[in-house]
């Protein structure tokens, strides 16, 4: 089976950084994805993470160790509009199931 | 934009009447997806089809729900009965998985806006 943990909750100041971890238990999966919702809104794709290391885009990067079986997403220089629900997701590599989401983390931004 | 259309976006019924809830997904997508969302919960998948094949609805109640693919345009999911338990957004989802090899390679999901369910 699969899970994944995700802190429910984070709260960070508008410009700072914030790093939102996820730790899974995993029989074995193809990648590390992570999707943002906002209230009201559809989750939308952010990154995906194939290998261990390290990928950037813009603000976000996103991390993934498979032997800590741990990543993460990390915003800088966040912005009110990153309030939002960021979610981490796996695509096991057994049998048929698709995507497997956390139960996500609500990140509060605050002036 | 592509993007994948649900519809209703809004749904209130009364306890035991049928809900049909509507989704086209995105044009040359293969896989369409059905989540449930709920605060306690979270994303919870309830369908899967690939080719307009269903290929996983364990986490469908069976005795109540129904996911079909008429066509590759059209992907539609039922509840019948509806009971207030049943009060949810439900998201409709398409992507494009890739078969044999590459399946490593990222695909992801397109989601419609939902549709938020309630039931009285």
């Known amino acids: 089976g699969q899970s994944l943990e995700q802190p429910s909750e984070v709260t960070a100041v508008e410009g700072a950084i914030v790093q939102i971890n996820c730790t899974y238990q995993t029989s074995g999966f193809y990648g590390l994805s992570w999707y943002q919702q906002h209230d009201g809104g559809a989750p939308t794709f952010l990154s995906y993470n194939a290998l261990d290391g390290l990928e950037e885009t813009g603000r976000f990067s996103s991390f993934l160790s498979r032997s800590d079986s741990y990543g993460y997403l990390l915003l800088q220089e966040l912005q009110m509009k990153d309030s939002a629900s960021y979610f981490c997701a796996v695509r096991p590599n057994s049998g048929n199931t698709p995507l497997v989401f956390g139960k996500g983390t609500r990140l509060s931004v605050i002036a | ?120």
């Open chain 2, 1 to 120: 934009d592509a993007r994948v259309t649900q519809t209703p976006r809004h749904k209130v019924t009364e306890m035991g009447q049928e809900v049909t809830m509507r989704c086209q997904p995105i044009l040359g997508h293969n896989t369409v997806f059905w989540y449930r969302q709920t605060m306690m919960q979270g994303l919870e998948l309830l369908a899967y089809f690939r080719n307009r094949a269903p290929l996983d609805d364990s986490g469908m109640p069976k005795d109540r729900f129904s996911a079909e693919m008429p066509d590759a345009t059209l992907a539609t999911l039922k509840i019948q009965p509806s009971e207030p338990r049943d009060s949810a957004v439900y998201f409709c989802a398409s992507g494009l998985t890739p078969l044999g090899r590459g399946r490593s390679s990222n695909s992801p999901l397109h989601f419609g806006n939902g549709t938020r369910l309630t039931v009285t």
